[in-house]
C-alpha cells in the first residue's frame, strides 16, 4: 500500500461534487492565467466546494457567455482585458467603485442579480506595499486608459499619491481618460493631467518628477512578448520605480529596458494575488489564506 504523504495531499486536485460552485475568469487570452491554480489551492485549503475555471471569451461574445453563466448558476467569476468595460451594462448592479472607474473586473451572482465589482485599484496599490514602496505624496505616470488603468489612478488617488501623469494614445480611450482625470481633480485631493502618449517631450518632463511608472496596457504581454509601451530608455532614470501589470511574461521589455536603466521593477503578480483575493472573499465570505498562495505561487 502506498503511503499518501503531506506533499501528495497539498498536490490533490479540488473534489468535483453535484454541490459544486463555479467561479472562473473571462477574457482573451486566458490561457497564461495563474488564477484557478491560486483559487483552487485556496478553495482546497479552506475545505470549500467551489472550482475556478478559465473562459476564452472575447468582447464580442461577452454577452452571450454571461448569459449563459447566469442560466447555470455560476457563483462568480473574474473579468479581465479586453471585457471590463463591456461588463459594466450587462450587470444589474454596481459597486461605487466600479461605478467610478467604469469597469468590472469581479461579479457576484445573487440569485440571478449580478453585481459588478471592481478590486484591481485595491490589488495595485497593495502590491506596491508588498514590492516595499511608500507613494504617498509622490507622482505617478501611468500609460493605459483602460479599465485597469483607469482602477489604478483612482485608487492611487485615494490613497493619497499625490500627482498623476495619465498617458493615453488619441482615439476612443482619449475622452475617457479626460473624464477620468476630470474626476479625480473634482473628487480627489491629487491633480491629475492628461497627455497624448505620442507627446514624447511632455513624457520626459513628467517622468523626471515621478516616482514611479506604471504600464497598465497590455502591450508587452504574452504572445507580444517584444512590445514595449515605452519606446526611448534614456527618458528613465535609476530613481524611477517602473511597474508593469503584466505578469506573463514575468520580465516584460519594458521591465528590463528599465532594470538596464538601474531602476527597480516589479510586475503584475502581486497585484493578481491581491484583488484575487478581495475577489475570493466577495464570493465566499471568507478571507484567502495571502501567505500561503503567495509562498506556493508567486
Same mark, same amino acid.
Not at 485608487?155 to 480611450?173: E, H, P, T
Given at each position: 500500500?502506498?503511503?499518501?504523504?503531506?506533499?501528495?495531499?497539498?498536490? *490533490? &486536485?479540488? &473534489?468535483?461534487?453535484?454541490?459544486?460552485?463555479?467561479?472562473?475568469?473571462?477574457?482573451?487570452?486566458?490561457?497564461?492565467? $495563474?488564477?484557478?491554480?491560486?483559487? #483552487?489551492?485556496?478553495?482546497?485549503?479552506?475545505?470549500?466546494?467551489?472550482?475556478?475555471?478559465?473562459?476564452?471569451?472575447?468582447?464580442?461574445?461577452?454577452? !452571450?457567455?454571461?448569459?449563459?453563466?447566469? !442560466?447555470?448558476?455560476?457563483?462568480?467569476? #473574474?473579468?479581465?482585458?479586453?471585457?471590463?468595460?463591456?461588463?459594466?451594462?450587462?450587470?444589474?448592479?454596481?459597486? &461605487?467603485?466600479?461605478?467610478? $472607474?467604469?469597469?468590472?473586473?469581479?461579479?457576484?451572482?445573487?440569485?440571478?442579480?449580478?453585481?459588478?465589482?471592481? /478590486?484591481?485599484? $485595491?490589488?495595485?496599490?497593495?502590491?506596491?506595499?508588498?514590492?516595499?514602496?511608500?507613494?504617498?505624496?509622490?507622482?505617478?505616470?501611468?500609460?493605459? *486608459?483602460?479599465?485597469?488603468?483607469?482602477?489604478?489612478?483612482?485608487?492611487?488617488?485615494?490613497?493619497?499619491?499625490?500627482?498623476? #501623469?495619465?498617458?493615453?494614445?488619441?482615439?476612443?480611450?482619449?475622452?475617457?481618460?479626460?473624464?477620468?482625470?476630470?474626476?479625480?481633480?473634482?473628487?480627489?485631493?491629487?491633480?491629475?493631467?492628461?497627455?497624448?502618449?505620442?507627446?514624447?517631450?511632455?513624457?520626459?518632463?513628467?517622468?523626471?518628477?515621478?516616482?514611479?511608472?506604471?504600464?497598465?496596457?497590455?502591450?508587452?504581454?504574452?504572445?507580444?512578448?517584444?512590445?514595449?509601451?515605452?519606446?526611448?530608455?534614456?527618458?528613465?532614470?535609476?530613481?524611477?520605480?517602473?511597474?508593469?501589470?503584466?505578469? #506573463? &511574461?514575468?520580465? /516584460?521589455?519594458?521591465?528590463?529596458?528599465?532594470?538596464?536603466?538601474?531602476?527597480?521593477?516589479?510586475?503584475?503578480?502581486?497585484?493578481?494575488?491581491?484583488?484575487?483575493?478581495?475577489?475570493?472573499?466577495?464570493?465566499?465570505?471568507?478571507?484567502?489564506?495571502?501567505?500561503?498562495?503567495?509562498?506556493?505561487?508567486?
Amino acid at each position: 500500500m502506498t503511503k499518501t504523504t503531506s506533499d501528495d495531499q497539498a498536490c *490533490a &486536485p479540488v &473534489p468535483i461534487t453535484g454541490h459544486t460552485r463555479l467561479t472562473g475568469l473571462l477574457g482573451r487570452p486566458v490561457i497564461h492565467s $495563474i488564477s484557478p491554480l491560486m483559487h #483552487n489551492e485556496a478553495f482546497r485549503q479552506l475545505g470549500l466546494d467551489y472550482v475556478y475555471l478559465c473562459f476564452d471569451v472575447g468582447e464580442a461574445e461577452l454577452k !452571450t457567455a454571461v448569459e449563459g453563466l447566469k !442560466t447555470i448558476g455560476v457563483r462568480g467569476f #473574474n473579468c479581465t482585458m479586453p471585457d471590463k468595460t463591456a461588463m459594466c451594462p450587462l450587470c444589474d448592479k454596481l459597486s &461605487p467603485a466600479a461605478s467610478m $472607474i467604469g469597469a468590472v473586473n469581479t461579479v457576484i451572482n445573487d440569485d440571478g442579480i449580478l453585481t459588478g465589482c471592481n /478590486t484591481d485599484g $485595491i490589488g495595485y496599490m497593495q502590491a506596491v506595499k508588498a514590492a516595499g514602496f511608500d507613494i504617498t505624496d509622490q507622482t505617478m505616470t501611468l500609460f493605459g *486608459a483602460g479599465g485597469a488603468a483607469t482602477a489604478i489612478a483612482v485608487q492611487a488617488a485615494l490613497d493619497g499619491v499625490k500627482n498623476i #501623469n495619465l498617458f493615453c494614445r488619441r482615439g476612443r480611450s482619449w475622452d475617457r481618460a479626460a473624464k477620468l482625470a476630470d474626476s479625480i481633480n473634482r473628487s480627489t485631493g491629487c491633480s491629475a493631467s492628461l497627455y497624448d502618449t505620442a507627446d514624447t517631450a511632455s513624457l520626459k518632463t513628467c517622468l523626471e518628477s515621478s516616482r514611479i511608472l506604471t504600464n497598465a496596457t497590455s502591450c508587452g504581454m504574452t504572445p507580444d512578448t517584444q512590445g514595449c509601451i515605452l519606446e526611448d530608455p534614456s527618458l528613465l532614470h535609476p530613481d524611477l520605480i517602473v511597474s508593469d501589470i503584466i505578469y #506573463n &511574461p514575468r520580465t /516584460t521589455r519594458l521591465m528590463l529596458m528599465a532594470e538596464e536603466a538601474g531602476c527597480q521593477t516589479f510586475n503584475g503578480l502581486y497585484m493578481l494575488l491581491f484583488q484575487g483575493a478581495e475577489a475570493f472573499r466577495l464570493w465566499t465570505g471568507r478571507d484567502m489564506p495571502v501567505d500561503l498562495i503567495r509562498n506556493k505561487f508567486f
